[in-house]
């Protein structure tokens, strides 16, 4: 997250256009560090987190049919990178959280 934070830094200090769909990526990645809260809380099944982790990515990784420009590749990037770790974080190994990452939202290097 602190990389995506850096990121998305960088891009509003050199006044990049930044995709409102990035912004609601995001924000779904937020909504599912909450649920993983919640998850560690009260264990039971993680499917919200899982939920929201990977509409992050599916969302952000939409926008490169469009856009291929440095700012935004990096926020894809770390946004789906953040997906991973996130779902790694409930329980899922590297293997299986990159598999449901690249159901959700494919490869990133496919798109376009």
């Given at each position: 997250m602190r990389v995506l934070a850096r990121g998305?830094?960088?891009?509003?200090?050199?006044?990049?256009?930044?995709?409102p769909v990035l912004t609601e990526a995001v924000r779904d990645l937020s909504r599912a560090v909450r649920s993983l809260a919640a998850f560690l809380e009260r264990p039971g099944p993680p499917d919200e987190a899982r939920r929201y982790a990977l509409e992050a990515a599916?969302?952000?990784?939409?926008?490169?049919?469009?856009?291929?420009?440095?700012?935004?590749?990096?926020?894809?990037?770390?946004?789906?990178?953040?997906?991973?770790?996130?779902?790694?974080?409930?329980?899922?190994?590297?293997?299986?959280?990159?598999?449901?990452?690249?159901e959700a939202a494919g490869r990133a290097s496919e798109i376009g």
């Open positions: 998305a830094a960088n891009a509003v200090r050199r006044g990049d256009a930044i995709p599916r969302e952000a990784t939409e926008i490169l049919k469009e856009r291929h420009d440095l700012a935004t590749s990096v926020l894809v990037g770390q946004i789906r990178s953040a997906a991973v770790d996130l779902l790694r974080s409930t329980g899922m190994d590297q293997a299986t959280a990159l598999q449901a990452l690249e």
